[in-house]
């Protein structure tokens, strides 16, 4: 990319009569740091570290206009005046720090979940937006008239809380789209029908807000394609767009994809890795050469500063959204105007802290940016660690996403570190999964902090297998005040006697597209877990050619597996003809390689057989590689052991870094483990 792409993507510009320093934006996402549908703390040192780090525009999560949205207390809305006070506490923060700040408004239509709040979903009719989902109330002429007031006098609270401007949610699905799209409108009366009958509603909700807040700058933000048969097409939104901006006066329009749908449609929406780079930019391009005139923002998988630059360049966009790129490093914008782009932490695209933990109604998360979402604390404890006693000795010992994140904590906390690793590659079992086709980027974790610890100068020795006796007085590595055991975890393995050959989930990784003729038949993938371990080894196996077979205990497939991601995963697999078989264990194995598997219902007891079965990738629960640990917390001579990561518990890469960071930067806190663990949000 050439620097004078990256130099114009930086360079100021003006969105209608806003002036912003650069074209980068963060666009809306949900965060669930919210209280009583109010923005809180978190929400102001969020967005303030995000203004911070350089980024020209802050659009925000989106704001629920009416309660019959809400859906729980942690999302946004803005429901009376009485909330105007804590979104201009956010206003005020981004601004002092140079970004210019719209609030995105939205009612959610049928997908916002009543269960808390004990109330129907609104939409233009009863259909659910996924099986198993509420049924919505079809909304009454009433309705529809409250609604509109609803978003009106939203936009006039955030004019009055200090916000540059509104993003009116016309796209992913949501209320405003229900009533566009024919998939979801079958309505008969003067909203539906006819194309104009269905673009009422939107109508109705930009005439209001501009009657209510006249002065406030409206843009809209809208889904090119649904990817939903019988939904909006391109051609389709972009007739949509080009009506709505001769009427009103648009300051944008901000162009996404994909709806709220149980399908595969939902699995673009937040595009993991699997997708590609910048896989949706055509959307963009079209409406900029369609509608020149209309500033045109563009978004989704656009993982890095040079592909957002690209898009400028190319004249496709006028604003490019980064996201979880800014969830995973808030300064990346900063680090490229003062020449160190490659200090930017690398977002993953895997949706395991942002994405997931929005499924749980927990705040969002980052496996690279263990901080977010607790900013101000982090800052506060990192001036001043409890506990604090001045330098010491550390080793870590294990170089996985744990061990390498606590060396280089322990390091920034002034520690003089060493860190062993008994393998010669670094990156445990985190580099592994990166060598599977479609998990790629999950290495880009692994050479930044590699990266990092050699910016640093810490020492890391390779080849080095440690024991107990090496730490303890007159041992080899006598010396260490603290050792941080992050040796991570061994997968586990079910052997079948007079079965198959059975392959743990590394054996079966290193084997994968070298023609083993053990997986050139039917593989069972017995997965106790639902995780991406099974999942991505499947889709593998399935595409080298193997007739994969699924076999969980679990009333679900891949369950593990954000809802998000698991929607494209299951169309791809379901194309490659893998079977699922939930509810189902291996009972017994016989006959050999080309022999016999026996499933036994779970609920039933009933058995069925998987025949010419030439493999079994048992996918179990994995075991804590925690002897060292154990070994040197049983010796009142040895050096203070810390444990962290898979060594600590089995999980994943997001707590791995996250205990790594914690136990780096509070190492000489008298309380740890599991109590230091619940003093940080």
Not at 231 to 254: A, M, N
Not at 274 to 280: L, M, P
Not at 607 to 633: I, K, S
Request: with cysteine; charged share 20%; glycine share 12%.
């Amino acid at each position: 990319m050439p620097n004078r792409h990256l130099e114009a993507l930086l360079s100021a510009t003006s969105l209608g009569q806003l002036s912003l320093r650069n074209r980068v934006f963060v666009p809306g996402h949900t965060t669930n740091f919210g209280h009583d549908n109010l923005p809180t703390e978190r929400h102001v040192a969020y967005h303030g570290e995000r203004a911070r780090g350089g980024v020209g525009l802050i659009i925000t999560e989106g704001v629920r206009v009416h309660p019959t949205s809400a859906g729980r207390h942690i999302s946004l809305g803005s429901f009376d005046d009485a909330s105007i006070p804590a979104y201009a506490a956010v206003a005020e923060e981004v601004r002092a720090h140079g970004a210019r700040l719209l609030a995105q408004l939205l009612h959610t239509g049928r997908q916002a979940s009543g269960d808390a709040t004990r109330t129907a979903a609104w939409s233009p009719g009863t259909t659910p937006w996924a099986t198993g989902a509420h049924i919505p109330h079809a909304m009454g002429r009433r309705d529809i008239d409250t609604v509109v007031r609803a978003f009106g006098q939203a936009a006039r609270r955030m004019r009055q809380a200090g916000y540059d401007g509104v993003e009116i949610h016309l796209g992913h699905g949501h209320l405003i789209e229900q009533f566009l799209s024919p998939f979801t409108n079958t309505r008969t009366d003067a909203y539906g029908g006819s194309p104009d009958n269905r673009l009422r509603f939107a109508r109705e909700v930009l005439s209001e807000v501009l009657a209510s807040a006249p002065d406030l700058p409206v843009g809209i933000r809208v889904s090119a394609d649904e990817f939903l048969p019988g939904g909006l097409t391109p051609p389709d939104t972009l007739e949509i767009v080009d009506l709505l901006r001769r009427e009103f006066p648009l300051l944008y329009v901000h162009v996404s994809h994909a709806a709220y749908h149980g399908s595969y449609s939902l699995g673009t929406q937040m595009a993991d890795m699997s997708f590609g780079h910048a896989g949706f930019r055509h959307h963009a391009a079209l409406f900029k050469r369609e509608l020149p005139d209309l500033p045109v923002l563009a978004v989704c998988r656009l993982d890095s500063l040079p592909e957002a630059a690209a898009l400028v360049a190319d004249g496709e966009a006028d604003l490019v959204g980064l996201a979880r790129p800014h969830i995973a490093d808030p300064h990346l914008v900063r680090r490229a105007q003062e020449g160190r782009p490659h200090d930017v932490r690398s977002c993953l695209a895997c949706n395991q802290g942002c994405v997931g933990r929005l499924e749980a109604s927990l705040p969002i998360a980052c496996v690279v940016n263990p901080e977010v979402g607790a900013e101000r604390e982090w800052a506060r404890r990192r001036v001043s660690p409890p506990g604090s006693g001045g330098s010491r000795r550390v080793l870590v010992v294990g170089g996985g996403p744990a061990g390498l994140e606590a060396a280089l904590a322990a390091d920034r906390a002034g520690h003089t570190v060493t860190l062993a690793e008994a393998g010669v590659a670094l990156g445990g079992r985190i580099a592994v999964a990166a060598t599977v086709p479609g998990r790629e980027r999950l290495a880009l974790l692994v050479d930044d902090l590699v990266r990092e610890l050699g910016e640093r100068g810490v020492t890391v020795r390779r080849g080095e297998r440690v024991t107990a006796d090496d730490l303890l007085p007159g041992g080899r590595l006598d010396g260490f005040d603290d050792v941080v055991v992050a040796t991570g975890a061994r997968p586990g393995k079910r052997e079948l006697p007079g079965g198959p050959p059975v392959f743990d989930v590394l054996e079966t990784v290193a084997r994968l597209g070298s023609g083993d003729p053990a997986f050139g038949g039917t593989v069972v993938v017995r997965d106790d877990q639902g995780t991406w371990a099974a999942a991505s080894v499947a889709e593998s196996l399935a595409r080298d050619g193997a007739r994969v077979r699924v076999v969980s205990p679990t009333a679900s497939f891949a369950a593990a597996i954000t809802t998000y991601s698991r929607l494209a995963l299951t169309d791809r697999l379901g194309r490659l003809g893998v079977a699922a078989h939930p509810m189902r264990d291996v009972a017994e194995a016989r006959g050999g390689v080309g022999g016999v598997v026996v499933l036994r219902d779970t609920l039933s007891s009933h058995t069925e057989e998987l025949t010419g079965v030439t493999a079994v990738v048992d996918v179990g629960p994995p075991v804590a590689d925690d002897a060292l640990y154990r070994a040197l917390d049983a010796r009142d001579d040895a050096p203070r052991a810390h444990v962290a990561g898979d060594a600590n518990a089995p999980r994943t890469a997001l707590e791995a870094v996250y205990e790594g960071r914690l136990t780096g930067t509070f190492l000489t806190d008298a309380v740890h483990g599991a109590e230091l663990l619940a003093q940080s949000p």
